[in-house]
């Protein structure tokens, strides 16, 4: 790689307010590789006690100053490889997943040991590493966005399967600069992580950025070996679908001048919808920081129709 920025770069916010850990021309194909953190779930492992943690949750490496970059742009952001270390973490956060009333009070926290045969969730099942970036996004406008939740328009904490070696993922510039950083990998993950957390695993993101100038997007995008993927932001879950929906549409027809009619009767056959991650679309319920509100949907359009 021809950048390394190592975890000591973490951040728990996206903002351009922060002092860029790298500056970068866009297009040249070099390659920044991220360091990620599992400190929070060494701790956790360790102590098994929220109240006891020294850092903070889901930090992100960066951020990377984009030279060239301007409202209305888009970044596209090749993953070339996920690099992991020998460990991995399973843990339940209290209050938060979908087993929260199934798990308890208390804070479960596993080792998981990763070699050459994969991740060693139990003593009876390895299972082969499939490594991916969990949060990944620009910096908003104005203030600040989370790294743990919402998903925002810019991305943010979106814990995709789609964002893995060989995805292409295309971000909103909302700042000049755009500010990129990147952080939370996992080793594997099931669609919609049902926990919350998924293999939580350290690990190096390596990265090329090019700039796409006036593309504007109004959510992340993904572009796959043989698919095209819309992110759906909204509340309620109905209304994030709707949205993705649209933006394939617009897809469609505007960037690749189908009519409105064959883009419906496509869409209609082949456009399929996931759950996404589960860190929702709209700020949390400040009572209840941990429970996402709305949803983060996927929508894929298989490039051979195009």
């Known amino acids: ?42 701790q956790l492992h360790e102590h098994g006690d929220m109240d006891k943690l020294t850092v903070g949750i889901n930090p992100v490496t960066g951020p990377v100053y984009v030279e060239g970059a301007e409202p209305g742009d888009a970044l596209a952001v090749t993953i070339h490889d996920i690099q992991l270390i020998d460990r991995g973490w399973s843990v339940s956060l ?27 969730v139990t003593d009876g099942h390895t299972f082969p590493t499939r490594p991916m970036i969990g949060c990944i996004g620009t910096a908003p406008a104005e203030g600040t966005n989370s790294t743990i939740m919402p ?29 990129l950083s990147i952080g939370d990998i996992h080793a594997i993950m099931a669609e919609g992580e049902s926990s919350f957390v998924a293999i939580e695993a350290q690990g190096t993101a390596v990265v ?17 070996e043989d698919e095209w993927v819309f992110v759906g932001l909204g509340e309620p879950v109905q209304e994030s679908i709707k949205r993705g929906y649209e933006d394939m549409f617009r897809f469609l ?27 929702g ?9 941990m429970t996402p509100i709305g949803a983060v949907t996927t929508h894929r359009l298989p490039k051979s129709v195009l």
């Not at 027809?253 to 860190?279: C, E, F, K, N, Q």
Request: with cysteine; glycine share 12%; aromatic share 8%.
């Open 1 to 42: 790689m021809d950048h390394f920025l190592d975890n000591t770069y973490g951040k728990f916010e996206f903002s351009a307010s922060e002092t860029p850990a790298l500056r970068i021309a866009p297009g040249t194909g070099e390659r920044i590789g991220f360091e990620t953190s599992d400190e929070v779930y060494r």
């Open 94 to 120: 209290p209050g938060s997943g979908a087993l929260q009333d199934l798990m308890g009070a208390e804070v479960f926290a596993r080792r998981i040991p990763i070699d050459h045969q994969g991740a060693h």
């Open 151 to 179: 998903t925002y328009g810019q991305g943010g904490n979106m814990d995709l399967t789609e964002c893995r070696p060989g995805a292409v993922v295309y971000l909103p510039v909302m700042t000049p600069g755009a500010y």
């Open 208 to 224: 090329s950025v090019d700039l796409v100038k006036s593309m504007p997007l109004r959510a992340p995008r993904i572009e796959l």
């Open 253 to 279: 027809t505007i960037d690749h001048g189908w009519s409105a009619g064959d883009a419906y009767a496509v869409m209609s056959a082949v456009a399929h919808s996931r759950l996404g991650g589960p860190t």
């Open 281 to 289: 679309s709209s700020d949390p319920d400040p009572l209840h920081p």
